[in-house]
């Protein structure tokens, strides 16, 4: 005997591989990639959770930076140099070619 639909309300549908409730008009659920027309999860974890933890890196290296320069303000001094230094240069490559020279100067004088 098949079993009946579980009543959550008008515009509400339970994902069936996570049992997250999602908005009756859902393509995909929110918390585990589910696609509810294709019928499977699709092999791309969600956007939310993927920027969650693309943010929480970020906010680690951002922190791990400031700690490397002492203080906000000098994290923040030095990017505002590098970000000047490349409208003049151009590029990071030029500037770490440059970084290269010199140390080869130095080395020979």
């Keep these: 005997m098949p079993r009946k ?3 959550l309300g008008r ?3 339970r994902c069936p591989a996570c049992g997250a409730i999602c908005p009756a008009r859902a393509l995909v659920c ?5 696609h509810f027309i294709k019928g499977r999860k ?3 974890p969600p956007k939310v959770e ?3 933890r693309a943010d929480d890196v970020a906010i680690k290296e951002v922190i791990t930076f400031i700690r490397q320069h002492g203080s906000v303000e000098s994290a923040r001094k030095a990017v505002e ?3 000047q230094l490349l409208e003049k240069v151009g ?5 770490f070619k440059c970084f ?3 140390n080869l100067v130095r080395e020979n004088v």
């Design 42 to 44: 699709s092999l791309v």
């Design 5 to 7: 639909a579980e009543k």
């Design 11 to 13: 515009g509400r549908k």
């Design 100 to 102: 290269d020279l010199v």
């Design 30 to 34: 929110k918390s585990c990639g589910y």
């Design 91 to 95: 590029s990071m490559e030029t500037i």
């Design 50 to 52: 993927a920027s969650v």
């Design 81 to 83: 140099d590098v970000q």
